[in-house]
């Protein structure tokens, strides 16, 4: 079965730094995909960004970058330039192509200072 | 993009009636969607997978006869808790996977209170 672990439960950083959210996984599959998602308080589920597993190659959407350590299976996510309105639960997910389905990890609630 | 949509965005029901969500892929053909629960600042947690024209999958530990879930057409799934009971309030997600870019697109979410 395959897992997901965030390890940081919160945290909190001043706005315009620079933020890294934490997580590993386990999984015996070889063909894979991981993402990261953001909760804000209205609670609707938004992907951040994702990243297929035979990519070497770290994906970027603008300001959010991750860090993909295959053999290590680790997926970190770096938020640049923090802005108040990153202000969420941020989810680390792991989605097999067969299944189809999200297993999430533990979520990381994501203050951002003034 | 792809957008879902959930109804109700919230309900109240009185103990032991039965509640219907519905989760609706607006723009693509989804054949499959899946039903996630996520109690307060918890993480999701996948309840069953609603397969389009068969019998929804459960996770191990959901109650099959307690959450029923139908798949009637390739666009609308719908979630009913049956006999609701307190212990059934909670916030209800619904999830498409729009193949084959392998991305879940989610609905708003159901906040069910059961008094």
């Known amino acids: 079965a395959q897992t997901v672990t965030q390890s940081q439960p919160e945290m909190s950083v001043q706005e315009a730094e620079t933020v890294t959210l934490s997580c590993t996984y386990d999984?015996?599959?070889?063909?894979?995909?991981l993402f990261w998602y953001k909760q804000p308080p209205s609670r609707q589920m938004i992907l951040v960004i994702r990243?297929?597993?035979?990519?070497?190659q770290n994906a970027t959407e603008n300001r959010f970058s991750v860090n993909f350590q295959k053999a290590a299976k680790s997926f970190s996510l770096k938020i640049s330039d923090s802005q108040l309105g990153d202000t969420a639960m941020y989810f680390c997910?792991?989605?097999?192509?067969?299944?189809?389905?999200?297993?999430f990890g533990q979520g990381t609630r994501l203050t951002i200072n003034p | 993009g792809a957008v879902v949509s959930q109804h109700p965005s919230w309900v109240i029901c009185k103990s032991g009636t039965s509640v219907k969500i519905e989760c609706r892929s607006l723009?693509?053909?989804?054949?499959?969607m899946f039903w996630y629960r996520q109690f307060p600042k918890q993480s999701l947690m996948l309840m069953a997978t609603s397969n389009e024209g068969s019998k929804a999958t459960y996770e191990q530990g959901v109650e099959k006869d307690k959450f029923l879930i139908n798949h009637a057409s390739l666009t609308l799934s719908t979630l009913t808790v049956t006999s609701a009971h307190p212990e059934d309030s909670s916030f209800y997600i619904c999830s498409a996977t729009k193949d084959p870019i392998f991305e879940a697109f989610f609905g708003q979410g159901t906040r069910l209170t059961v008094v």
């Open positions: 990243q297929e597993a035979y990519k070497q």
């Open positions: 997910a792991f989605m097999t192509q067969g299944a189809q389905k999200l297993v």
């Open positions: 723009d693509f053909q989804a054949t499959t």
């Open positions: 999984t015996s599959e070889s063909n894979y995909y």
